[in-house]
């Protein structure tokens, strides 16, 4: 069955960065692409971005741009998301996500990794 | 950006109620509209996607319907296990953006 794994919780300085990975099972890698969201205490869900993981192409959201960075590593099946310049405003849970259909970034946000609480506090 | 702005942001019903969720788009999406359920402390989990296609496993009481600017998420014959937040949310364009969410609470 697919599944998506994502590391534990983190707690971070303002100022420093983080690295969120997700591994992948039970399905093609390189076939889907995978999206990161993010959802803040108590709040909704916002998105991060996309990578492709057959290529390595990515789309960020403006908001995010220069700050974020998604990767995978074909080898393991396993995206990463990296957050740089953390602020307080930036603790919430990370999810990763796979999109529904093959080849397809626009076809929904179908399985979910458990999320990744990330703490931003001094 | 396009803005997804859900109505109600919150919800008062019964078991075995029919409910009806919108969800309206700032601007055409076609029929690029998802929407998801999530409850307390879990990840949100896909219910119908491209507006009205029903995930795999999702039980036919959710139905979604609409396309362009406004769409609907039913639930007929509210069970208890539906009470929860849910989303929607477009793929039409990036960003993908999400509704603000609407809370559905047991009457």
């Known amino acids: 069955q697919v599944q998506l794994v994502q590391s534990g919780a983190e707690v971070k300085k303002p100022g420093a960065s983080v690295k969120v990975s997700c591994r992948t099972s039970?399905?093609?890698?390189?076939?889907?692409?995978i999206h990161w969201v993010r959802q803040a205490p108590g709040q909704g869900l916002e998105w991060l971005g996309w990578i492709n993981p057959n290529t390595g192409g990515t789309n960020y959201a403006q908001k995010f741009q220069g700050r974020v960075a998604m990767t995978r590593d074909t080898s393991i099946s396993t995206v990463y998301m990296d957050l740089s310049s953390l602020r307080f405003d930036d603790t919430a849970v990370y999810y990763c996500?796979?999109?529904?259909?093959?080849?397809?970034?626009?076809?929904?946000?179908?399985?979910w990794g458990q999320g990744t609480l990330v703490t931003v506090s001094s | 950006d396009i803005q997804m702005t859900q109505s109600p942001s919150s919800l008062s019903a019964s078991v075995g109620d029919r409910v009806t969720i919108t969800c309206r788009a700032s601007q055409s999406i076609g029929s690029y509209l998802n929407w998801s359920q999530q409850k307390p402390g879990r990840a949100p989990k896909l219910l119908i996607y491209?507006?009205?296609t029903l995930q795999s496993g999702v039980p036919s009481r959710f139905s979604g319907s609409g396309s362009g600017t406004d769409f609907t998420l039913t639930i007929n014959g509210l069970q208890p296990e539906d009470f929860a937040t849910y989303y929607c949310q477009q793929s039409y364009s990036t960003p993908i953006t999400f509704g603000q969410g609407t809370r559905l609470d047991i009457k």
């Open positions: 491209a507006a009205s």
């Open positions: 996500a796979r999109d529904l259909l093959l080849y397809s970034y626009t076809s929904g946000t179908s399985y």
């Open positions: 039970g399905y093609t890698f390189t076939g889907y692409y």
